[in-house]
């Protein structure tokens, strides 16, 4: 097992912590939050089992379901349980979350993982989940409610404001490859994503035939996008991974053109506010953005 973080490194990271969340507070008009101020030796991360039915592609949230555990172990056991009931299962790790209880009173656990983080690793982090708390504060339902548009726009933003915050900081990134990276793999989830609703939500496939091409459709993306992930812990590709991985990738190339068009990205996120709350619902919120983007 690997040594447990000393105090020190904890204290360390723990400053670095606020110093980050400090700037996005300053830069980006973040809201002050509880996110990782609470260490948790206990907990090895974070990971959600989640699961859906093998014959139907998940279209909403609500399609799939999830349970929490802070042990990677654990987790996948449940996980095997779930996929022996024939359900599609799959571990998803992930650096923070929130959810309405716990942000109000604890925030996202700091756990040992985390201390052995670089700055940047952090500062993608920090402001993703942040992001989440500036949607609540400011209860934009229109991004809130399509949980596709809320987790693509608060990845592609903590990425965005990360490298804001390292050129500030003047330490060293790869701004223009760190985000191709990110652009590519969302392209590569979308492209996955479709491939498969197209399969699915045509009628003239039976049963059979449809889970044939879903065995052929995954083996194609296998390598790309499950393989080398960190937040697919145990490598499933299967409905429930792949719903996951395109809700936080279905947006990010647009929300990518709206953010590079501006360059202070505290007007961009009161232009975000402004338009959420003006628009009628999650699809015109999108709608508007893009006007904004193409227009310029
Ligand atoms: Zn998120």
């Given at each position: 097992m690997a040594n447990a973080p000393d105090k020190k490194?904890?204290?360390?990271?723990?400053?670095?912590?606020?110093?980050?969340?400090?700037?996005?507070?300053?830069?980006?008009g973040l809201p002050k939050t509880k996110n990782f101020s609470r260490y948790c030796p206990e907990k090895s991360g974070c990971f959600f089992v989640?699961?859906?039915?093998?014959?139907?592609?998940?279209?909403?949230d609500k399609d799939l379901e999830e349970e929490l555990f802070f042990d990677g172990k654990e987790a996948s056991c449940f996980c095997r349980k779930k996929?022996?009931?024939?359900?599609?299962?799959?571990?998803?790790?992930?650096?923070?979350?929130?959810?309405?209880?716990?942000?109000?009173?604890?925030?996202?656990?700091?756990?040992?993982?985390?201390?052995?983080?670089?700055?940047r690793s952090l500062a993608v982090m920090i402001f993703h989940e942040d992001f989440h708390v500036w949607v609540r504060k400011f209860k934009l339902k229109n991004i809130s409610l399509d949980d596709?548009?809320?987790?693509?726009?608060?990845?592609?933003?903590?990425?965005v404001a990360a490298i804001f915050w390292a050129k500030e900081k003047h330490k060293k990134i790869n701004a223009r490859r760190f985000l191709r990276g990110t652009i590519k793999?969302?392209?590569?989830?979308?492209?996955?994503?479709?491939?498969?609703?197209?399969?699915?939500?045509?009628?003239?496939?039976?049963?059979?035939?449809k889970d044939a091409l879903k065995r052929k459709i995954f083996n194609k993306y296998q390598k790309s996008i499950f393989n080398d992930s960190s937040w697919c812990f145990d490598r499933k590709a299967n409905f429930a991974s792949l719903y996951v991985i395109y809700k936080y990738s279905k947006y990010i190339n647009l929300f990518y053109k709206f953010f590079k068009t501006r360059n202070n990205l505290k007007t961009a996120m009161q232009q975000i506010e402004i338009i959420a709350k003006k628009s009628k619902s999650p699809d015109d919120f999108i709608e508007c953005i893009k006007d904004l983007t193409t227009k310029k």
């Open positions: 490194a904890v204290l360390r990271c723990s400053v670095r912590i606020s110093q980050i969340k400090k700037f996005g507070q300053q830069q980006f989640q699961w859906c039915s093998k014959e139907k592609i998940p279209q909403k996929e022996q009931e024939g359900l599609d299962a799959f571990v998803f790790k992930v650096p923070g979350f929130i959810d309405e209880n716990s942000e109000k009173k604890f925030g996202s656990p700091l756990t040992p993982e985390h201390i052995t983080w670089n700055q596709k548009i809320e987790e693509s726009l608060a990845s592609i933003f903590g990425y793999d969302a392209d590569l989830a979308c492209a996955a994503y479709e491939a498969m609703e197209n399969v699915y939500q045509n009628n003239n496939l039976n049963s059979a035939e």
